[in-house]
């Protein structure tokens, strides 16, 4: 099994001349056949929508693409419920989904008519209280506790995490919105990260769709949506064997049809919040080598750091490397690649296998078209890059500009700081 990267070393050459390395470069087929694919596997469910986790890549150029196939916007926090509406997912195009939630941001949310997910039973008083009353339609994040376990291994602890209300805490919420007014509900959850397994979504599907009956049961609630949220993940790895959306989807539709039909809820609708599964795969992380160390290592050290790509000083995570122009030279060289940052964990790579490399090769990082560029930050002065899409007619536009100098010091509070500096 192997990575391909959706660019060549020649259309990125040509790429550099106009936009310098490093920058991130997303994929528009990949991104609309995934998203395609992702609307059929559910379309058995009538109600059925994807809320695209805009934490994961928050441009709007890529968000657009998506709401082509009936994308929301899964929001956390001010500014992305502000880029939401700045795309026109406003109403029920949005779920927003929050902790230790400032009260202004439950109102934003709702005077742009999104659905307020709660994290927590005491955000009923504070939603009442931003709000004047609480929206009619309204839902609650579900944490079962324990310990999460698949027959593939895989397991995450809910218990651990600090989202979501216990069981007896949600009874008492419903119950609670139920006399405030609230007439239509939604269950959440999300309980494991980055599952690459079929199993995990129709596992959750079935823990929730029970919870979802034995509340309409006891509380005689309408309850009108439950969201599977985010978790489905994807082969970081060239081992990794990669989910199948359509064997997903019948895997939840099969739990529907046993647990809710029967009990007279063939009318709930489906909502997920994927953002890795949408489009990290179709993203990739183009940088330039510009250094070789030979001490106690082989370093590789190339024009991209942390900043651009934060998993793997921040987790350990792994991103399969492409050496362009290499792709079927032996692998027989170990390097471990590095960015510049004062900081040891600023390694893309550590005692990888890779062809030989020389300064001047560019090198294709995997899989960061969610949770890379938007990780960014600008430790030791160094500037986010730019972001490119490569169209679908082979055409690459640019949907970011790279950060510059005077971005970096426009937040000072003497605004002529830069202009001071540029001119001494």
Same mark, same amino acid.
């Given at each position: ?9 020649e259309?990125i050459e040509?790429?550099? &001349?106009?936009? $310098?390395?490093?920058?991130?470069i997303? *994929?528009e087929q990949? @991104?609309r ?20 986790a805009?934490?994961?890549? $928050?441009?709007?150029?890529l ?5 082509? /196939? ?9 500014t992305?419920?502000?880029l ?6 406003v109403?029920?195009?949005i779920?927003?989904s929050?902790?230790?939630?400032p009260?202004?941001?439950?109102k934003?949310? %709702? ?6 997910? #709660? *994290?927590?039973?005491?955000h ?5 209280k931003?709000?004047g ?14 310990? @999460?376990?698949?027959s593939?291994?895989i397991? +995450?602890?809910p218990g ?12 008492k ?10 007439k ?8 494991c990260? %980055?599952?690459?397994?079929?199993e ?5 599907a079935r ?13 005689d609630?309408?309850?009108t ?6 978790? @489905? ?7 990794e064997k990669?989910?199948?959306i359509?064997a997903?989807g ?12 029967p ?13 890795r =599964?949408?489009?990290a ?22 024009? !991209?750091?942390a900043v ?8 350990? !995570? =792994?991103?399969?490397?492409t050496?362009?122009?290499?792709e079927?030279e $032996?692998? *027989?060289c170990? =390097?471990?690649v590095?960015?510049? #940052?004062?900081e040891n ?5 550590? +005692? &990888?296998?890779?062809?030989?490399i020389q300064?001047? *090769?560019y090198?294709?990082i995997?899989?960061?078209? !969610? ?7 600008n ?5 986010k890059?730019a972001?490119?899409?490569?169209k679908t007619?082979?055409?690459?536009? #640019? ?8 971005d970096?010091?426009?937040?000072? +509070?003497?605004?002529?700081f /830069? +202009? ?5």
């Amino acid at each position: 099994m192997s990575k391909k990267p959706f660019v060549t070393k020649e259309q990125i050459e040509t790429i550099a &001349r106009t936009y $310098p390395t490093p920058f991130h470069i997303y *994929d528009e087929q990949g @991104i609309r056949q995934n998203a395609e694919n992702l609307k059929k596997a559910f379309s058995w469910n009538k109600g059925y929508k994807e809320y695209f986790a805009v934490k994961a890549t $928050p441009n709007p150029f890529l968000i657009n693409i998506l709401r082509e /196939y009936g994308c929301g916007c899964d929001c956390s926090s001010l500014t992305e419920l502000m880029l939401a509406k700045a795309v026109g997912a406003v109403g029920e195009d949005i779920m927003f989904s929050s902790n230790d939630t400032p009260v202004e941001e439950f109102k934003y949310c %709702n005077d742009l008519g999104g659905i307020i997910n #709660l *994290d927590d039973i005491t955000h009923i008083e504070a939603v009442e209280k931003a709000c004047g009353r609480l929206p009619e339609k309204m839902s609650c994040r579900y944490n079962p506790g324990g310990v @999460i376990k698949m027959s593939n291994g895989i397991m +995450d602890n809910p218990g651990d995490a600090k989202y979501g209300m216990t069981k007896k805490q949600i009874f008492k919420a419903f119950e609670l919105m139920k006399e405030k007014g609230v007439k239509e509900f939604g269950i959440h959850s999300f309980l494991c990260s %980055n599952t690459v397994t079929n199993e995990y979504y129709p596992m959750l599907a079935r823990l929730l769709f029970e919870l979802a009956r034995e509340l309409k049961k006891k509380l005689d609630v309408h309850i009108t949506f439950i969201n599977l949220s985010g978790g @489905i993940g994807i082969p970081y790895k060239p081992d990794e064997k990669t989910n199948d959306i359509f064997a997903i989807g019948e895997g939840v539709h099969k739990a529907y049809d046993e647990i809710l039909v029967p009990a007279g809820m063939d009318d709930v609708s489906i909502f997920t919040e994927l953002g890795r =599964y949408m489009l990290a795969p179709y993203g990739g992380l183009v940088t330039k080598v510009i250094n070789e160390k030979h001490t106690y290592k082989e370093y590789i050290g190339v024009d !991209a750091c942390a900043v651009n790509l934060m998993r793997p000083a921040m987790y350990g !995570a =792994y991103h399969h490397i492409t050496v362009l122009g290499k792709e079927n030279e $032996p692998c *027989d060289c170990i =390097y471990d690649v590095t960015g510049s #940052l004062c900081e040891n964990n600023d390694k893309f790579a550590i +005692d &990888r296998k890779l062809p030989e490399i020389q300064i001047g *090769d560019y090198i294709f990082i995997h899989d960061t078209g !969610a949770h890379g560029f938007s990780m960014g930050y600008n430790y030791n002065g160094k500037l986010k890059s730019a972001e490119l899409l490569l169209k679908t007619d082979g055409s690459v536009k #640019l949907i970011r500009r790279a950060e510059t100098p005077k971005d970096y010091f426009s937040t000072f +509070d003497c605004f002529d700081f /830069y +202009d001071k500096l540029i001119s001494e």
